[in-house]
Nanobody, 132 residues
Framework: QVQLVESGGGLVQAGGSLRLSCAASGRASSFYSMGWFRQAPGKEREGVSCISTTDGSTYYADSVKGRFTISRDNAKNTVRLQMSSLKPEDTAIYYC?????????????????????????WGQGTQVTVSS
């Protein structure tokens, strides 16, 4: 069983920056991809960014392109999300995910809503609040 633990959320003013980190324990080397989803109150869950653990390829949602950067440290089983030029609409709970069977290109498909039970893991979530 792989556990994902997020850190780095908080409150920031619009235009500011935050960095989220996700540490994976257990058989983390088995994952094809790791990434971040977010969910704001009253809104659907959104795939934000993904990074392949095999070739380093990445995916970004259109809403965060040019502002967010995802990176990985395979040796430390850690994924980070650097968020800059934050906007109030970035306010959400951010969840780290790790998928055993799906690569980042699947995130282009609106039908992909994250790892399925038994085929990946979710973190507990970290709150990001951006004030205007």
């Amino acid at each position: 069983q792989v556990q994902l633990v997020e850190s780095g959320g908080g409150l920031v003013q619009a235009g500011g920056s935050l960095r989220l980190s996700c540490a994976a324990s257990g058989r983390a080397s088995s994952f094809y991809s790791m990434g971040w989803f977010r969910q704001a109150p009253g809104k659907e869950r959104e795939g934000v960014s993904c990074i392949s653990t095999t070739d380093g390829s990445t995916y970004y949602a259109d809403s965060v392109k040019g502002r967010f950067t995802i990176s990985r440290d395979n040796a430390k089983n850690t994924v980070r999300l650097q968020m800059s030029s934050l906007k109030p609409e970035d306010t959400a709970i951010y969840y780290c995910t790790a998928d055993l069977v799906v690569e980042c290109d699947a995130w282009e498909d609106d039908d992909y809503v994250g790892p399925v039970r038994g085929f990946g893991s979710w973190g507990q979530g970290t709150q990001v609040t951006v004030s205007s």
